[in-house]
């Protein structure tokens, strides 16, 4: 064990024992996971890894980490997110760069390239209804293999067919699998296996750095649940504080499922779509 000399107070067992003021301040600085940056962050993410991308929209979203990969150029990856982001903003950027090869999403509607890519056959899409999707994760994260939902039975998300990959030629390369269906009480429910990824990205508001972690508003969206379903959780942060400023009781994510935490930048806050009324006549 480490020795110091703090005094009797802090030491025990006398020349030859151990000091606890320094055991503790091992521990302390072997907990600490932040990173300098977000480049520094994901810089071991490789090509062809599953990962989470957390927020809403462009609400909440890992902003950093994302233009970090843009950055590395990280290729083939399989990216788990309820949408892709808009086409100059988000996962967009990873997909205009050709670094998205799959996408497991429930909306895609704001994002041209992405139609482009998808029907082209440059990029394989499994779609997914969205509480289920957030379901799949938080099973994920649970330890939970698989779930039956009654979501999607009796369509094409249970008996298959949905395209999942074009050819060049515009023709459906392959179509979605035909998914195991049961009854219970009378009503079909539709076998539904759970998502894990070998990486999540995450945006909080605020964080230790012990990696606790606590969210505000629409970042709540997906977020939580992912910084439990992944092999390596990265946080970002827009405020990053010291241990025990947090309240344990407002505390979101447990640093126990976070493994690096960095301050971001912060970006110009985007709009996705926006809509206004008319002004009223004069």
Not at 139 to 166: C, D, K, N, R, W
Request: aromatic share 8%; with cysteine.
């Amino acid at each position: 064990m480490p020795r110091c000399g703090a005094g009797a107070t802090a030491c025990r067992g006398g020349s030859g024992g151990f000091c606890l003021a320094a055991s503790w301040a091992t521990s302390r600085s072997a907990m600490d996971k932040v990173y300098k940056s977000a480049l520094d962050a994901v810089r071991d993410i490789p090509g062809g890894a599953t990962v989470l991308s957390g927020g809403f929209g462009l609400c909440g979203i890992p902003e950093n980490c994302i233009a970090a990969l843009r950055q590395l150029g990280t290729k083939d990856l399989v990216v788990v997110s309820n949408n892709c982001g808009v086409d100059a903003f988000g996962l967009g950027i990873l997909l205009q760069n050709r670094q998205i090869r799959k996408m497991i999403s429930s909306y895609v509607g704001e994002n041209k390239e992405f139609e482009r890519q998808y029907l082209s056959g440059e990029l394989e899409v499994e779609l997914t209804p969205q509480g289920t999707l957030a379901e799949r994760i938080r099973a994920g994260g649970a330890g939970i293999p698989a779930f039956y939902t009654p979501t999607g039975a009796g369509t094409a998300i249970s008996e298959g067919g949905l395209p999942v990959l074009y050819g060049p030629d515009g023709a459906v390369k392959r179509y979605s699998e035909k998914k195991e269906v049961r009854q219970f009480d009378g009503r079909d429910y539709v076998l539904e296996p759970a998502i894990r990824g070998d990486y999540a990205l995450v945006k909080a508001w605020k964080g230790d750095r012990f990696g606790n972690l606590v969210y505000r508003h629409t970042a709540m969206n997906f977020n939580p649940m992912m910084a439990m379903a992944a092999k390596v959780t990265i946080a970002e942060v827009e405020e990053l504080v010291d241990v025990g400023s947090l309240d344990p009781d407002h505390i979101h994510t447990p640093g126990i499922f976070v493994h690096r935490i960095f301050q971001g930048e912060r970006f110009e806050k985007r709009i996705e779509r926006r809509t206004v009324r008319k002004a009223p006549a004069a």
